[in-house]
């Protein structure tokens, strides 16, 4: 038995160490380009801290170089990056080290996603031993979890960016892991502190991880109804409570020494979440239905069609299971998946990764549901399977290739964009090699500007088209997330004829334009002219890279354009045609033909 244990441990190593190898894979998608907008600014504040050399200055926010001055995300993740950056002597003021400290981001992005999927293994295997149908098979739950979890397409994903989202996720599971372990422990007060502490690291990552005091009083509330000592149940939430605090302040010291900035930033970022600040990479959420969108995306993208139908499903066998006991460590679980996923769900921005932090649990779940199944139809006796005795081994492979096959092939699928050049560089060479130098290009903005830095070429050999916006300054690229009005029909008309090309690295715009008809008639008639070669230009490359294996391609066009934006996105190049057909007087009656637009 001791050998069989060994063995197991030694099992879960490997299916660590595997994921850590699948999530380190292709870490320079980018070529150097630092093509993730999230990660940039996060990469910016990195290199403009620096040490206060006082302690009045440390405490002055407005003076001290340790303040990120920068709360949308957590200022843990930016400290972490800049310790381990000059532990490995980067200089964080010099430019050449930029893209070298992103790439060590991406390194501690997959390790914390590798610590993930041994955390999720473990809380799987310290459940399925408190559950009498799962006692025998614990090791069988927990080792599915990280086979599961290691294969985990939007997993995988964002371990390859120095985004929160893996971090985040990480300290989540550990603190769900440390509250189930308190619930019967012998030593209740050890983890109720290393969850107040591994909590308070949470919320200095991301503060969208406060609901995890959820979770916490569940684990409390359990706590309770076995032991009924309530002097040793406040103390431990008291210290829970005093080392959430020192952990938070402690890594994010500026939340405090500088809160009217931290609140503001923080309001704003809820304030985008519910739709009520109006920022352009968000309206490609107009019209999506709540709940409905998101757990579209995390059956066909996100987990995967096999382990998403498991989870969804065993989540109904999980509240059977608590309608029978409800006293069962289980509900710790139940509950911050429910009310974070509602929470959530309920946003009008919705982007997958928003959901990240219940991904591990629902694996968890579904690798428990899984196995019960699996239990289920070994011991189901009827007259044919005694005749065929063979049939449940065949229902239960097939089960196994549909969560477990799937998973890993919809993650190596995913996984394998990382073996090509990103769509921007093919499209960046393609420029080179077939735009002439000098020629004028455009972009559209809010997106990046075509081409980037190939080998011996670089972007200075084009010149990017420049106009003069509303108030009067210089600018360059289309501004076609601009409202839909009669001067920016004739900017557009004034400005096509005198460009070579229009440069589209991604189809951000294209595709979240059109979900707004109202808004942007002007701008969705200029797509449908482009599109069909109707204003001069037509279509002389386009790139994709979709998710690919065993020359199956998975077509994720329809997915939520942050599953493809950043590192596969479409990239489409409009030249003009060599007699370009028209005046800026007939382009502008193209344009606004039937349109009542207003002049400004």
Same mark, same amino acid.
């Given at each position: 038995?001791?050998?069989?244990?060994?063995?197991?441990?030694?099992?879960?190593?490997?299916?660590?160490?595997?994921?850590?190898?699948?999530?380190?894979?292709?870490?320079?998608?980018?070529?150097?380009?630092?093509?993730?907008?999230?990660?940039?600014?996060?990469?910016?504040?990195?290199?403009?801290?620096?040490?206060?050399?006082?302690?009045?200055?440390?405490?002055?926010?407005?003076?001290?170089?340790?303040?990120?001055?920068?709360?949308?995300?957590?200022?843990? #993740?930016?400290?972490?990056?800049? &310790?381990?950056?000059?532990?490995?002597?980067?200089?964080?003021?010099?430019?050449?080290?930029?893209?070298?400290?992103?790439?060590?981001?991406?390194?501690?992005?997959?390790?914390?996603?590798?610590?993930?999927?041994?955390?999720?293994?473990?809380?799987?295997?310290?459940?399925?031993?408190?559950?009498?149908?799962?006692?025998?098979?614990?090791?069988?739950? &927990?080792?599915?979890? &990280?086979?599961?979890?290691?294969?985990?397409?939007?997993?995988?994903?964002?371990?390859?960016?120095?985004?929160?989202?893996?971090?985040?996720?990480?300290?989540?599971?550990?603190?769900?892991?440390?509250?189930?372990?308190? /619930?019967?422990?012998?030593?209740?007060?050890?983890?109720?502190?290393?969850?107040?502490?591994?909590?308070?690291?949470?919320?200095?990552?991301?503060?969208?991880? *406060?609901?995890?005091?959820?979770?916490?009083?569940?684990?409390?509330?359990?706590?309770?109804?076995?032991?009924?000592?309530?002097?040793?149940?406040?103390?431990?939430?008291?210290?829970?409570?005093?080392?959430?605090?020192?952990?938070?302040?402690?890594?994010?010291?500026?939340?405090?020494?500088?809160?009217?900035?931290?609140?503001?930033?923080?309001?704003?970022?809820?304030?985008?979440?519910?739709?009520?600040?109006?920022?352009?990479?968000?309206?490609?959420?107009?019209?999506?239905?709540?709940?409905?969108?998101?757990?579209?995306?995390?059956?066909?993208?996100?987990?995967?069609?096999?382990?998403?139908?498991?989870?969804?499903?065993?989540?109904?066998?999980?509240?059977?299971?608590?309608?029978?006991?409800?006293?069962?460590?289980?509900?710790?679980?139940?509950?911050?998946?429910?009310?974070?996923?509602?929470?959530?769900?309920?946003?009008?921005?919705?982007?997958?990764?928003?959901?990240?932090?219940?991904?591990?649990?629902?694996?968890?779940?579904?690798?428990?549901?899984?196995?019960?199944?699996?239990?289920?139809?070994?011991?189901?006796?009827? #007259?044919?399977?005694?005749?065929?005795?063979?049939?449940?081994?065949?229902?239960?492979?097939?089960?196994?290739?549909?969560?477990?096959?799937?998973?890993?092939?919809?993650?190596?699928?995913?996984?394998?964009?990382?073996?090509?050049?990103?769509?921007?560089?093919?499209?960046?060479?393609?420029?080179?090699?077939?735009?002439?130098?000098?020629?004028?290009?455009?972009?559209?903005?809010?997106?990046?500007?075509?081409?980037?830095? /190939?080998?011996?070429?670089?972007?200075?050999?084009?010149?990017?088209?420049?106009?003069?916006?509303?108030?009067?300054?210089?600018?360059?690229?289309?501004?076609?997330?601009?409202?839909?009005?009669?001067?920016?029909?004739?900017?557009?008309?004034?400005?096509?004829?005198?460009?070579? *090309?229009?440069?589209?690295?991604?189809?951000?715009?294209?595709?979240?334009?059109?979900?707004?008809?109202?808004?942007?008639?002007?701008?969705?008639?200029?797509?449908?002219?482009?599109?069909?070669?109707?204003?001069?230009?037509?279509? &002389?490359?386009?790139?994709?890279?979709?998710?690919?294996?065993?020359?199956?391609?998975?077509?994720?066009?329809? *997915?939520?354009?942050?599953?493809?934006?950043?590192?596969?996105?479409?990239?489409?190049?409009?030249?003009?045609?060599?007699?370009?057909?028209?005046?800026?007087?007939?382009?502008?009656?193209?344009?606004?033909?039937?349109?009542?637009? #207003?002049?400004?």
């Amino acid at each position: 038995m001791k050998l069989i244990a060994r063995w197991q441990f030694w099992m879960l190593m490997a299916l660590v160490l595997l994921g850590c190898g699948l999530r380190l894979y292709g870490l320079n998608w980018d070529a150097g380009n630092s093509f993730h907008p999230d990660e940039r600014q996060i990469l910016f504040h990195v290199t403009a801290l620096g040490w206060p050399t006082s302690w009045a200055e440390f405490i002055n926010p407005t003076r001290s170089p340790l303040n990120p001055q920068f709360f949308a995300y957590g200022s843990f #993740p930016i400290y972490l990056l800049a &310790a381990i950056g000059r532990v490995l002597g980067y200089n964080l003021h010099d430019a050449k080290d930029f893209f070298p400290l992103t790439l060590v981001g991406r390194v501690v992005s997959a390790i914390f996603d590798s610590g993930t999927i041994l955390v999720t293994a473990c809380l799987a295997g310290v459940l399925a031993r408190k559950t009498r149908q799962l006692q025998a098979q614990a090791w069988s739950v &927990a080792l599915l979890a &990280a086979a599961l979890l290691a294969f985990t397409p939007l997993h995988l994903q964002l371990s390859h960016f120095y985004a929160v989202d893996t971090l985040l996720a990480f300290f989540v599971v550990l603190t769900v892991f440390f509250c189930v372990l308190w /619930v019967d422990s012998p030593r209740p007060f050890l983890w109720a502190l290393l969850a107040g502490m591994s909590y308070g690291l949470a919320m200095a990552t991301k503060f969208s991880a *406060a609901p995890l005091v959820l979770p916490l009083l569940c684990a409390a509330w359990l706590r309770w109804q076995r032991y009924r000592r309530f002097f040793d149940l406040a103390l431990a939430l008291f210290g829970a409570a005093i080392l959430m605090f020192v952990a938070f302040v402690g890594t994010q010291p500026y939340a405090l020494l500088d809160m009217p900035a931290f609140i503001q930033q923080v309001s704003e970022q809820g304030n985008l979440a519910r739709g009520t600040l109006d920022l352009p990479y968000v309206r490609q959420f107009a019209g999506t239905l709540p709940f409905i969108y998101q757990v579209q995306n995390l059956l066909l993208w996100g987990m995967g069609i096999g382990a998403g139908t498991s989870a969804l499903i065993g989540c109904g066998w999980l509240a059977w299971l608590l309608w029978r006991n409800w006293q069962s460590s289980w509900l710790i679980l139940l509950v911050w998946v429910l009310v974070y996923s509602i929470i959530v769900s309920s946003f009008f921005v919705k982007f997958m990764r928003y959901l990240l932090p219940v991904y591990p649990f629902l694996i968890v779940i579904a690798s428990a549901f899984v196995i019960v199944l699996l239990q289920r139809i070994r011991w189901w006796n009827r #007259p044919v399977l005694e005749r065929m005795p063979w049939l449940k081994s065949c229902l239960q492979v097939i089960i196994l290739l549909f969560v477990l096959g799937g998973t890993m092939f919809q993650g190596l699928a995913l996984l394998n964009v990382y073996s090509e050049p990103n769509t921007r560089i093919q499209a960046s060479e393609w420029i080179y090699q077939h735009i002439a130098p000098g020629s004028v290009l455009t972009y559209e903005q809010w997106d990046d500007a075509l081409p980037f830095p /190939v080998g011996r070429h670089t972007p200075d050999e084009y010149k990017q088209a420049t106009y003069t916006d509303v108030s009067g300054q210089p600018t360059t690229g289309l501004d076609l997330y601009g409202d839909d009005t009669q001067a920016k029909a004739q900017q557009l008309a004034n400005l096509l004829p005198t460009v070579d *090309a229009i440069t589209m690295p991604t189809d951000r715009l294209d595709k979240s334009i059109p979900r707004s008809p109202g808004r942007y008639p002007l701008t969705i008639r200029y797509y449908q002219l482009l599109f069909s070669g109707q204003l001069g230009f037509h279509l &002389a490359a386009q790139f994709e890279n979709h998710p690919h294996l065993f020359g199956i391609t998975l077509d994720d066009s329809n *997915a939520d354009e942050s599953y493809s934006v950043f590192d596969h996105p479409t990239a489409r190049i409009f030249v003009r045609d060599p007699h370009y057909p028209y005046t800026p007087q007939q382009l502008l009656a193209k344009l606004t033909s039937g349109l009542q637009l #207003p002049e400004k």
